[in-house]
Nanobody, 123 residues
Framework: QVQLVESGGGLVQAGGSLRLSCAAS????????MGWFRQAPGKEREFVAAISWVYGATYYADSVKGRFTISRDSAKNTVYLQMNSLKPEDTAVYYC????????????????WGRGTQVTVSS
């Protein structure tokens, strides 16, 4: 079992920045990829970014490439999502998740999920 707890969400004006954190516990993550997803009201959950826990390789959705940065701190068992140049369309509940093996943009392939943190970007 892996427990995930997100934090760092909030209300920000368009063009602003937020940094989300996801603290993991319960298992070592050496075989895992960690991902960030988001879900806006009335929309499906969508992939945002992912990172290999061991190698640090990163992957991004086209909609956030160049604005968002995913990173991890192995000592703290925490993954971060730095979000810059935020837009109103980034408004959503953001979730972190983990899966064993290679990375994936498919939410159904992730094994463990946090409860999410709300990000609201005002225009």
């Amino acid at each position: 079992q892996v427990q995930l707890v997100e934090s760092g969400g909030g209300l920000v004006q368009a063009g602003g920045s937020l940094r989300l954190s996801c603290a993991a516990s319960g298992r070592t993550l050496t075989s895992y990829h960690m991902g960030w997803f988001r879900q806006a009201p009335g929309k499906e959950r969508e992939f945002v970014a992912a990172i290999s826990w061991v190698y640090g390789a990163t992957y991004y959705a086209d909609s956030v490439k160049g604005r968002f940065t995913i990173s991890r701190d192995s000592a703290k068992n925490t993954v971060y999502l730095q979000m810059n140049s935020l837009k109103p369309e980034d408004t959503a509940v953001y979730y972190c998740a983990v899966r064993r093996g290679s990375w994936s943009a498919s939410s159904i392939s992730y094994d463990y999920w946090g409860r999410g943190t709300q990000v609201t970007v005002s225009s």
